[in-house]
């Protein structure tokens, strides 16, 4: 009860405004989908079409379901008027403003539908389906036909762009993005093509009596006062959507003048740079005001910590952080009262500050060059690779013929990394983190790690028999292998910059490297490897260890001999086929 309690308390603090619209958006953008399938039916028949739309009414007039999306949907709008109230400060070169107006201009142009054919249904049971809105479209007011073709492509448009801001930062975007794009362009042209065709057919066979009489009856279309008496609801609820946008600007300025009468303030970036602005901004909405670059991969929505800022100088003055603000920090690590997430914190007084992510990579003139890689969460596979007794091996020999030999072992492990499709990172010493999973799925990125520790056995059985002469001992390596989500970015300053993986999932693996030493064997794989490669349960003996930073032992395979993870991973990939 107290873990799940805990996770409740977890939850609420990681969700904010942002998430709830998002949560709505996303539900309505379902809804939009089956909409548009629907439509495409068109392409076959009318028929089609009024087969399709009998289980999408059936599902989304479902109780539960329609209580869910009517208040996702009541709940998107309020949230979306409010966005336009509390955001002071938009990327004017991005697509965010875009979105905005999109999603505000949506319940204008759809009023007029939902109350013909939802409140016509509930008020005067009209039986409104395709041959009915197809022929109000093609045939009695052809206007609205543009009308609603507006409609469906503000809607698809303005979910794709809400879908593209929420699943850009996620590892898997990048290779998804094609598929996702294909379907943002197909579903739409489809739909808008099976309402011609429909529209068209609708349009010929309404010229026959017995068509009409059949589909316009009075329960199907209403008389002419229920409609006009649905006109005037539907004027009324436009009118009063407007005049709750009015009230909005209107509050936005009314707060822009209390902001002015309640003073300035300055703040300093730490570099030389000041800027002033009214009380009330965030720090990143004043960078974005006064055009000073400021590090934030997610837009301001406090999804990422790269806006981060560390205060100078007393920070006791300065708001408490909100919710999702504590949530961010912590889940970053930091319990440092001076470090705050700059799209968030909205100081009342002078305040200096430096930025702890740079938004761009500076040479040594000084001169901007190209933009610096960072913030990116994903999965990686991280291996760590130890050669062991180099410190013996140094003190027996002289420095230049230790350098020649640790290189080569480098080397030698750098092969097998790359040959498997990994990534060499960094070289500490004699040894070395690799990365894999920046180009291939979680599973693939496991079985690269496993396949790479076997063949970094191999290359060095390789180069112990080519430096025989000159070994007194053959070379030997411990390896520990560890997934899991980490930050990926460039790290350093200027022209001293790395490309590297941070997190707890780069560390377990140092750590379990380290084991080797004690547990007498060539590598040790997390159960989070072995389970995401695919290696059947039984196939390496299992351990828990105590990890140095975790409360909980973790569960670990140890491997005496790397070189059979070669046939292990090739022998669950044929079960698998």
């Not at 209390?258 to 990143?284: C, D, F, H, Q, W």
């Not at 949530?327 to 440092?336: E, M, S, W, Y």
């Not at 030698?412 to 990172?425: H, K, L, R, T, Y």
Request: charged share 20%.
């Amino acid at each position: 009860m107290a873990i799940a309690a805990a996770h409740m308390s977890e939850l609420v603090r990681a969700t904010s405004v942002r998430q709830v619209r998002l949560i709505c958006g996303v539900i309505l953008f379902s809804y939009v989908i089956s909409h548009f399938l629907n439509h495409a039916l068109g392409n076959i028949s009318v028929e089609a079409m009024e087969a399709g739309v009998y289980y999408h009414t059936a599902f989304w007039q479902f109780l539960p379901v329609a209580i869910l999306f009517y208040t996702a949907a009541l709940t998107h709008m309020g949230l979306g008027i409010y966005a336009l109230y509390q955001r002071r400060q938009f990327r004017w070169r991005t697509i965010e403003p875009l979105q905005l107006v999109l999603g505000l201009s949506i319940p204008a142009l759809v009023m007029g539908h939902v109350i013909g054919v939802r409140l016509g249904y509930t008020l005067y049971d009209h039986q409104k389906l395709y041959p009915q809105e197809l022929y109000l479209f093609f045939v009695a007011a052809p206007a609205r036909l543009w009308q609603m073709t507006t409609l469906l492509l503000i809607a698809w448009v303005h979910g794709c762009i809400g879908i593209y801001f929420w699943l850009r930062l996620k590892p898997f975007f990048t290779r998804a993005a094609p598929y996702l794009l294909a379907a943002a362009v197909l579903v739409p042209t489809l739909s808008l093509l099976g309402i011609y065709q429909g529209g068209r057919s609708v349009e010929i066979e309404s010229d026959d009596r017995d068509w009409r009489a059949q589909n316009l009856s009075r329960r199907q279309v209403g008389t002419v006062a229920e409609g006009n008496t649905l006109d005037r609801i539907t004027g009324g609820l436009t009118v009063g959507y407007f005049g709750l946008l009015a009230l909005a600007l209107a509050a936005r300025g009314v707060r822009a003048w209390r902001e002015r009468r309640g003073g300035m303030i300055a703040l300093s970036y730490g570099n030389g740079k000041t800027v002033r602005v009214p009380k009330g901004l965030s720090v990143l909405e004043a960078s974005l005001r006064h055009n000073v670059p400021h590090a934030s991969v997610c837009g301001g929505r406090a999804r990422c910590s790269t806006c981060r800022i560390r205060i100078i100088g007393d920070h006791d003055a300065l708001p408490t952080p909100s919710q999702r603000e504590a949530f961010v920090l912590t889940r970053v690590g930091t319990a440092d009262p001076s470090i705050r997430l700059a799209c968030q914190l909205r100081p009342t007084s002078d305040l200096s500050f430096f930025q702890l992510f740079t938004p761009h990579t500076h040479a040594t003139d000084g001169q901007a060059s190209t933009p610096a890689r960072i913030g990116q969460e994903r999965y990686l596979v991280s291996l760590f690779v130890d050669m062991r007794g180099s410190t013996q091996l140094a003190e027996k020999r002289l420095p230049f013929d230790t350098v020649f030999i640790v290189n080569r072992f480098l080397g030698a492990v750098s092969q097998a990394v790359i040959e498997n499709g990994g990534q060499p990172n960094q070289f500490v010493g004699d040894g070395m983190l690799a990365l894999f999973g920046l180009t291939a799925d979680p599973q693939q990125a496991c079985r690269q790690a496993l396949k790479a520790a076997a063949g970094i056995a191999t290359h060095i059985d390789e180069l112990n028999e080519l430096l025989s002469h000159d070994l007194r001992q053959p070379i030997r390596f411990g390896v520990g292998i560890h997934g899991g989500e980490v930050i990926i970015g460039d790290i350093g300053y200027r022209d001293h910059i790395v490309f590297t993986a941070l997190g707890d999932a780069v560390n377990v693996a140092a750590r379990l490297q380290d084991m080797t030493k004690t547990l007498a064997c060539e590598a040790i794989v997390s159960e989070e490897v072995r389970r995401t490669a695919g290696l059947v349960d039984d196939a390496l003996p299992q351990q828990e260890v105590a990890i140095r930073g975790r409360d909980e032992p973790l569960a670990v395979r140890v491997v005496a001999d790397a070189r059979q993870l070669t046939a292990l991973v090739d022998g669950s990939a044929r079960v698998a086929a």
